[in-house]
Nanobody
Framework: VQLQASGGGSVRSGGSLRLSCSVPRNSFNSDAFGWGRQAPGEQRREMVAGISEAGSTDYSWPVKGRFVVSRDNAKKTVYLQMNDLQPEDTGMYYC????????????????WGRGTLVTVSS
């Protein structure tokens, strides 16, 4: 299933955006999901947030307290509310489907979908 993140855009420092990811999987309710980002010029994708099938969440330290991940099982959609955005949050944001193992999120192979660009100016 090709995931597609949406909701990116250009904002100034301190602004907010809400990203969405529609996941048309029959197993949505039992899936975990993650959000990652790739900064311009970087090859590595950084995990920023994850949400378990039960709704438990975890965040990387740079976004903790500013980003909120949520899920709507009825709509089969995962969200990432991003507040107090800073220039270092600029990048392509992607969603993925996976599972938690030992408290850590692991994306399924090839589950990262198409990203949405977030640009934050100072």
């Amino acid at each position: 299933v090709q995931l597609q993140a949406s909701g990116g855009g250009s904002v100034r420092s301190g602004g907010s955006l809400r990203l969405s990811c529609s996941v048309p999987r029959n197993s949505f309710n039992s899936d975990a999901f993650g959000w990652g980002r790739q900064a311009p010029g970087e090859q590595r994708r950084e995990m920023v947030a994850g949400i378990s099938e039960a709704g438990s969440t975890d965040y990387s330290w740079p976004v903790k307290g500013r980003f909120v991940v949520s899920r709507d099982n009825a709509k089969k959609t995962v969200y990432l509310q991003m507040n107090d955005l800073q220039p270092e949050d600029t990048g392509m944001y992607y969603c993925s489907v996976g599972r938690y193992v030992g408290g850590s999120y692991h994306a399924y192979l090839d589950s990262w979908g198409r990203g949405t660009l977030v640009t934050v100016s100072s």
